[in-house]
């Protein structure tokens, strides 16, 4: 695929270019919580800018369903890239109408647009494909150039990231370019012993991964939400915790398997169990197999992080996908705090993967540069590792 560094040989000074990022951001209310997947792209969109490229950025937020939606706006996503940028991000308030061909007009050399949440337009994420390729084309209209810089969203079919690379000559940004020649180090021959955490809500979430990294790996630790299907799976009655009764088979097969392979699939020990979901819930510590019928885990208890820390001291490569608990309570916080900072102090080369897990380690306040990579992807690095064609990153190569 040819990446930015080739397109800046060649030249941007005039020329407008259409940048797919993933700028989808948690928020709270019109606050950015993290700002990460900002940061992460704005060096792409600096350097065609002081290159002098007429920038046009686009991105999803959120899931809107195809119709514009005031809760998911990305005006509080344009005044921040603009600060990141340190130059003004002008925005408009539509996708691909009147009001973006009037900035997109309006443009000079060296400016740089934001155009209203791709998804609030049915073509963006259709399934069929005349309807996706009509809003493609309306998107190509904004770029003799179109550079994909949206990692987070290259597992996705969508108008934006499959659909106008065939339009338009496409480049990878060099988010893209970085996560990718990250994420293949994993594909390959890891260097041994290769630790995988795996934490979230859902193990449906996590299915494929789990299949497809069951045999590389030498220890899969579970914890997260999902840690309780798994405990189910085992027999053990996990009170009122998130539990997908349709998957219990489904873990007791991975566990079977695990065992077959001589595969160490690492479960927690104890839990920190609350009476509801509250961050005032008073939180109470017990062993796995004691889960009160009435409570419902929320976090892996300290036994279960000392012993996850430990396997992970102990590795040569580490990739974690998933908190281990609900770390926007603080009361709930401690194992994917403990997990975070034992990939902080490890030796290995560690990946964390996934917007949430990347979320916590700003939230509890780790040092980013503490961990070889953070992707910027949570789906996307999942569905890399576990092989997959990313429509994106296929559309790039061709
Ligand atoms: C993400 O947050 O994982 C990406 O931005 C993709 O979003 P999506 O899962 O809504 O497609
Ligand atoms: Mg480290």
Redesign the pocket.
Known sequence: MKTLDELLVEGVNGRRVLVRA?L?VPLDGKTITDDGRIRAVAPTIKALADAGARVVVCS?L??PKGAPDPAFTLAPVAKRLGEVLGREVAFATDTVGSDADAKAVAQGDGDVLLLENLRFNKGETSKDDTERAEFAGQLSAFGDLYVDDAF??VH?KHASVYDVAKLLPHYAGWLIAKEVEVLSKLTGKPEQPYVVILGGAKVSDKLAVIDNLLDKVDTLIVGGGMMFTFLAAKGYEVGSSLLEKDQIEVCRNYLERAAELGVELLLPVDTTTAAEFAADAEPLTVSVDAIPAERMGLDIGPESAKLFAERIAGAKTVFWNGPMGVFEFPDYAAGTKTVAQALVDSEAFSVVGG?DSAAAVRTLGLPEDGFGHIST????SLEYLEGKTLPGLDALEK
């Open positions: 993933d989808n999803h959120g899931r987070g969203a996705r917007g992807g949570g789906g996307a």
